[in-house]
């Protein structure tokens, strides 16, 4: 895709469902009981490891800051940032297994996170009424993006949802393989500002050259 296109709405796709969220998670929770494997770790170890070594090296981010992960899945984001030393984390999944999943390696690694079944568009649980300094997403708003029904709504109600749990100028980190830089800025743009880009890798495709994923840090306006 050239640099001037805009994707208007994503193909949807069965990962915009939570039963298959919640399927894939059965066969991990298996998986991890038989043989301890954490299983997909989405975008790669890498992604991960970049976006908690920008909030380490970033001046406004404090090891106690209450963050968030919309759509944590396993939770090895959690366990990065636990094991760097973060204190107040929470992770949110709409799949029960998923956060049978995470508890399950979050004991196993022996560090503190706090999870909770929740489904973020609807602001259901008591996570979604506290309000955070932090917001992750790695690959949520990807799958949210995939919904057969309604998806631009989806989107717009998880966009207010986002800027509901921030605190003021508080950060939103998003990791996105569907959706390039300029398109999050036009979606998040009316209650976010870009802050940063945390780099990601790149690939060469002829002439073109683009990223594997887009990782942006913005800031609740
Ligand atoms: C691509 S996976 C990413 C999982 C995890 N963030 C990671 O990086 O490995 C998308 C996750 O979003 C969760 N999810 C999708 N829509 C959600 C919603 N409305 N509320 C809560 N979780 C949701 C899915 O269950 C799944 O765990």
């Known amino acids: 895709m050239s640099e001037e296109q805009v994707t208007e709405e994503l193909v949807s796709s069965e990962m915009g469902m939570k039963e298959y969220w919640n399927e894939a998670y059965l066969i991990e929770k298996k998986n991890f009981s038989d043989y301890g494997d954490v299983g997909e770790i989405w975008f790669g170890e890498d992604s991960g490891l970049r976006i908690v070594r920008w909030l380490c090296s970033s001046a406004l981010v404090k090891k106690d800051d209450r963050i968030i992960d919309l759509g944590c899945g396993n939770g090895m984001l959690l366990v990065e940032m636990a094991r760097e030393g973060f204190i107040n984390l929470t992770g949110?999944?709409?799949?029960?297994?998923?956060?049978?999943?995470?508890?399950?390696?979050?004991?196993?690694?022996?560090?503190?996170?706090?999870?909770?079944?929740?489904?973020?568009?609807?602001?259901?649980?008591?996570?979604?009424?506290?309000?955070?300094?932090?917001?992750?997403?790695?690959?949520?708003?990807?799958?949210?993006?995939?919904?057969?029904?309604?998806?631009?709504?989806?989107?717009?109600?998880?966009?207010?949802?986002?800027?509901?749990?921030?605190?003021?100028?508080?950060?939103?980190?998003?990791?996105?393989?569907?959706?390039?830089?300029?398109?999050l800025i036009s979606h998040f743009g009316a209650q976010f500002c870009l802050f940063d880009v945390i780099p990601s890798p790149t690939f060469k495709f002829?002439?073109?050259?683009?990223?594997l994923f887009t990782s942006l840090v913005l800031l609740k306006k």
Request: charged share 25%; aromatic share 10%; proline share 2%.
């Open 206 to 211: 002829g002439d073109k050259t683009g990223n």
């Open 92 to 183: 949110v999944d709409y799949s029960q297994n998923a956060i049978d999943l995470a508890e399950s390696i979050m004991k196993k690694q022996n560090v503190t996170i706090g999870y909770e079944v929740c489904n973020f568009l609807s602001l259901d649980g008591s996570a979604m009424s506290r309000e955070y300094a932090i917001v992750l997403d790695k690959g949520t708003y990807d799958a949210v993006s995939l919904h057969p029904h309604d998806s631009k709504g989806k989107r717009e109600k998880y966009i207010l949802n986002v800027w509901k749990l921030l605190k003021p100028q508080g950060l939103f980190v998003i990791t996105s393989c569907n959706w390039t830089e300029k398109e």
